[in-house]
Each structure stands twice: as structure tokens, then as C-alpha cells.
């Protein structure tokens, strides 16, 4: 029994009393004598000089007033007079007090509580034990798919979502159940499954949304996207977490950061999102009061068999929601998509190939020796088909499935089998022009999309420095920033139309676990977790601080800066659809196998960190000099606001580099400047930051 229903079992005591109290005293009078003597009457008034009361039907007595001190009456009368009956009541223990006062009356009462309480705790006693066995007997009989840690984890995830979906539908051992992949894309290019159960002989079903994140990245943790009610990123850790009290320090600590960059969105890991899908869980979470994620903890500590429910193949997930946001690496991924755009501009200009002047105009000088080149082919391709009967619009119409990769089957069949042999062989000589073709086309679509998208493009490339500026200013370094951990915040109902303006959204961040608070002073910075991915890192990425400490004097800023170079890269990828460093993150990936050949001399490590910084230094520079070169008009058509955050930051870091004309450059970033200009002066800073000709030259 809980203590408000023991608090309103005594008020209703109480009150009862009060009551009989009252009721036994209703209409009382009390005379007080002049002499002390104290007389109970059922009526009682005053007359002249005479003081009449009733004791007992028909009995009447009279007093001279002088004789009476006070009468008190007991009806709607004031509270003292209720007060004098009470202690009068009480001092003569009559009445209701009579009762309470009796001890053999108490000793009853006592008695036949204890005997009432002692039948409820044997009831709740069996009726618990009775309960108990019970849904140990249902939670045995559950269904429940066991993940082999073996498996993809694209699978895994996939079958603790099924696990979800039985627990739910409180599926038991004997049902049966199936789930299979469906030919259709969900949203944001995800693929679909479908979960289906048979229970009372009827299929119950439901479908489950998912993809990967950021599978070309290069990076160590597994992030994929659910719907599933709720729009999840699911996260796999590189190396399984089974200690529960460290997979809750590990989200406090991401909870930290995310507190220090308030009230910038950031995503952190939530258990809530997850347990409150738990039928079992979710009466916990409803009945709790406060945080519910200090709930799911207090309730997880207190029932640890529910720990489970965060686990995929024996090891904690990390689970956030992202249902009010969207992914940066899809809305750059959906600005860039040429799917069977490449085809159609084939289809719709391919007779340009017989008219050169057309061809050019279009394609551009440079591609007039390609046009005469592709006459050339259809030449050869007529000579070798060798068959005068048939006309030549119907042999070019043959012709063009040469630059196509999949005909449809209508097509395919409408050209004779001696014409796709000829093709094949076509094709098979001449790969080297034909793919110089294709590359004139890509770049003829990839020129009309960005110009489509040309101010959404220069919007996020703004907010890109913006969100730098932010995290600069807050001293977070968050060490692995790339399209995929970055979320788009803005009016959902807007979308995709806000993207046209930087001032209608703000981009946040969905991945903090490698994040470092930088603004201690004198380097006591707390080591991070050590994390990168190949293409948006540098070498500091793989180093601890006290290894860092030996090769630069501001590991503060050296770890800001690791920032500023993926957020080079990013603005280049999200311009012209591809990465920048390519062959650079080849070099890095390569440093980091070598990495624990000196895991166990620091000496050693701080010697092979300076050289892994040469190496890896000069084919950045190389990489990224070649790709500004070919990339120059296209970067330079982006022209991007410079917000006041992001003016601090750049004048601040002018003043690090001195007064050099990278510093200068640095402090004259202003608005309308264009993209080719900004990740060049970034670059260059970086470089000279990280590369410190006195703290890198080898011993």
C-alpha cells in the first residue's frame, strides 16, 4: 500500500470521528455554574431573570440568572463554544470518547486489522508469485530471433528491428513469421523490407525503412537510417560495448559537448527513443516522473534484463532521433544526382553528332575533333556491318545504343543479332573515345545541375562556415565532421525550398563521440576518443595529445584546424559532386595500418608522426592544387556569405598566421567572396599551421 492511500485512509478516519463527534453533540447545552458545577442540558434559555433547561423529556428546572456563569451551545454556534464541549467531552470521556478511550475495544480493533492486513499480504504474496511465473512463462514462450555477431551489420539491424516488430505483436514460439526485401525505394533512397506474422491465423504485417550512411566514407562506426514510427540513425560502434555503465558514460560525455554547443541542434543518443517501444519498458517510462532518459537509466540499473533491448548481436547501439531534420549528405547527394539524366541528354541531342557546328556550339570547342572522331566510328561500324539493304537513319538509329549502357528489351530486340555483335566489338575498340563522350555529356548535366541548384549549393556552403565559425568560438573541436554527420534544421513544410536561402536554416551536428572541448588552458585538454574518416582527416587525427604536445605548441587550435580541413573538403564535394582528396586519403589510410608498429615507444611515434605529416602534407597539396585547377570556373561561380561569426573567426586566425599574406588573405574574407577563393586561403593556413617547418623537420 502506497502512503497517499494510508494518508487518505487516516483523513477519512479523522473526519468520520469529527462527524460522530458532532452528531452525538448536536443541540447540547452546557450551563456553567457561578458555583464550578458544570450542568448538561438538552435545552436550555433565558427568561427575565430566570435560566430554564430540559433534562430528559418533560423535565424542567430553573436557576436564577445570577447562578449561571455561561451557557454553551452546541449547534451553529461560534468555534470557541465547540472547543469548551470537545475538552468537556474529552475531560469526561463520555461520548465518542467513551469508545476511544476503552482499551478492550482497541485490542479488538487491533485485531481485526492485523487479521485484514495479514490476508492482504498473503493475497499480494501469491497473487505477485502467481504473477510473476506467469510472465516468466509468456517471456519464455516469446518469439525471438537470436543475431549472430557474424552477420552484416546491415542484417543485424535489420533483425533487431524484427525482434522489435515480435515483441510488440507479442509473438510466441509456435507463430510463424517472415520478413523479405521489396523491389520499391523508400524515401531518401532507402531500401524496404516488409515484417509479417501469423497469429489467430491472420498476417499481421509492416514495412521498415532502411539505409546505409556514409558508405563510401571510409569511416570505422557503422551509422544507418531507420523509419520505423520514428526516423532513427542507428550507430555500431567499431568495437563492441558491452560494459552497460560505459555505454552510459560514453553518451554523458557526447551529452557534454552537446550542452557546451547549445542551442545549436545537436544530436546525442537517446535510450528513450528505443525503450519506450518496449511494451514492458514503456509502463515504466509512463508512470516516472522528469527526464525521461534519467528514467530508462534508473529503470535500466533497477531491471537489467531490459539492457538487452539496446543491444544489436551482444553490443550497445547508439540510437538518435531525426525525425525533425534532415541529412546534408542526401540533399547534396539529391543536388548532384544525374541518374538518366546523361541518357536523356543523349536522346534528345544526338543527332548533333552528324552536324559538327551544332556539336560545338553545344559541347564546346574542344569537342570538335570528338564529333568528327564518333563519324568515324559510325563508319567502321557500317563497314564492318557490311549491308547495303538496310537505310542509313535506321543503321544510326542502331548506332546510338553504342553510348547507351542498358537498353530497354523493346529496344534490344529491334536490332538484329548481327548488329549487337558489331556493336559489342564497337565498343571494345573504341572504349576510349566513346568514354570521352559520355565525359562531355557528364559534364554538360553536371553544368545544368549546378546551375539549377547553383543558390542552395552556395547557401549550405555558407552555413558550412558558419557552423565552422560556431564550433571555433564555442572551443569544441568535433574531429570527424563530414556530409553525413551534419542535419539541416529547418520548416520541414518548407523544404526544399528554405536550402535557396542561408538566413531559412542552420546545420547542426548528428555524430559527436570523437568531439574535445579545447578550451582549457596550458593544453590540458582531455584526450578524445581517437577516430577518423580518410577523406575529411589529417594525420593529427591518429596521435594522442601527448604526441601532438611534441610536435606543436597549440594543440587547441591544431585540433580546431582538423575542422577546418573537412570543412574544405566538404564545400568542395558539395560544389562539384565528387571528393577532394582521393589519393590523399589513400596515403592516410596506409599511415594508419603502420600506426601500431609504435603504439609502445612515444619517442618512436612523435618520429613517425613528423614523417607521416611530410608524406601525408605533400599529396594533400599536390591532390588539392590539381583538383583547384580543374575545378577553377565551376568554383569560382559559387559565391558565399560570409556571416558575422565567420568574419571573427577568419580575422583570429589571420592574426595566428601573422602577417604573412596568408594572414592577410585570412582577415579580407568578406561576403560574396567565391568558394574557389575561401578553401584556398583555409588550405593554405591549415597547412602552414600543421606543417611547422621548425616543430616537423626530422631529427
Known sequence: MKFKHILISAACLFLTILALFIFSNWNKHILYLTSGEIIEADKAWVVFDDVYYEKGIGTLYALNSDQVDRIVSASFSSLDDWIIILTHEMSAKRGIFEFITNRTIWLGIFFVIGLIVSIFLIRCFISQDSNKKQKTDDEQDLRFIHISSQISDFKKVILYFLNLFLLQAQAKKSDKYAYQQLDNNGPLNTLVYEFKILKGGQWQSRRIFMGRIGEDSGARSKCFYVIYDDHFVVKIPPEPITDFDEYIQSIKADRRISDILAPRECLVPKLSIVLKKIPAFAKFIDKSQGDDEKSCINGLKASPE??????????????????????????????????????????????????????????????????????????????????????????????????????????????????????????????????????????????????????????????????????????????????????????PSKYPQFLSS????????????????????????????????????????????????????????????????????????????????????????????????????QVEMTMFAKKASLKFWKSATDEFELQLKENETILKTVHLEIFKNAKKMFRAAGEKSGKDIIGSRLSSINSQISAYDVIQYMFDHIRQQMQNENKLKLL
Open 306 to 491: 531490459f539492457q538487452d533491448f539496446l543491444k544489436i548481436a551482444g553490443s550497445f547501439a547508439y540510437y538518435m532521433d531525426l525525425s525533425k531534420y534532415f541529412f546534408l549528405g542526401e540533399i547534396l547527394n539529391e543536388c548532384h544526382d544525374t541518374k538518366g539524366l546523361i541518357e536523356k541528354e543523349y536522346k534528345q541531342h544526338q543527332d548533333l553528332i552528324w552536324i559538327p557546328a551544332s556539336f560545338t556550339d553545344r559541347y564546346g570547342e574542344s569537342s570538335s575533333d570528338l564529333c568528327f572522331e564518333l563519324q568515324n566510328i559510325f563508319n567502321h561500324f557500317d563497314n564492318l556491318l557490311n549491308n547495303n539493304t538496310v537505310h542509313d537513319f535506321v543503321k544510326k538509329a542502331w548506332f546510338k545504343s553504342i553510348f547507351i549502357d542498358h537498353e530497354s528489351a523493346a529496344d534490344s530486340k529491334a536490332i538484329p543479332s548481327e548488329a549487337i555483335a558489331v556493336i559489342s566489338k564497337i565498343r571494345n575498340q573504341h572504349s576510349h573515345t566513346l568514354n570521352a563522350f559520355k565525359k562531355i555529356l557528364q559534364k554538360k548535366v553536371y553544368e545544368q545541375s549546378l546551375k539549377q541548384n547553383n543558390a542552395k549549393i552556395q547557401s549550405i556552403c555558407s552555413r558550412m562556415i558558419e557552423l565552422l565559425a560556431w564550433l571555433f568560438f564555442k572551443d569544441v573541436a568535433i574531429r570527424d565532421l563530414k556530409p553525413d554527420n551534419i542535419l539541416v534544421a529547418g520548416d
Open 502 to 601: 542561408a538566413n531559412d536554416f542552420e546545420l547542426g551536428l548528428i555524430d559527436v563521440e570523437i568531439a574535445v572541448f579545447v578550451g582549457a588552458k596550458n593544453n590540458a585538454i582531455d584526450q578524445p576518443k581517437l577516430g577518423w574518416t580518410p577523406f575529411y582527416a589529417t594525420p593529427t587525427h591518429m596521435f594522442i595529445n601527448d604526441v601532438l604536445k611534441d610536435l606543436f605548441d597549440d594543440i587547441g587550435y591544431i585540433l580546431k584546424l582538423q575542422d577546418w580541413y573537412a570543412i574544405v573538403a566538404m564545400i568542395f564535394q558539395a560544389i562539384t559532386g565528387k571528393k577532394m582528396f582521393v589519393s590523399t586519403a589513400a596515403v592516410l589510410a596506409s599511415l594508419g595500418k603502420e600506426l601500431p608498429l609504435y603504439s609502445n615507444n
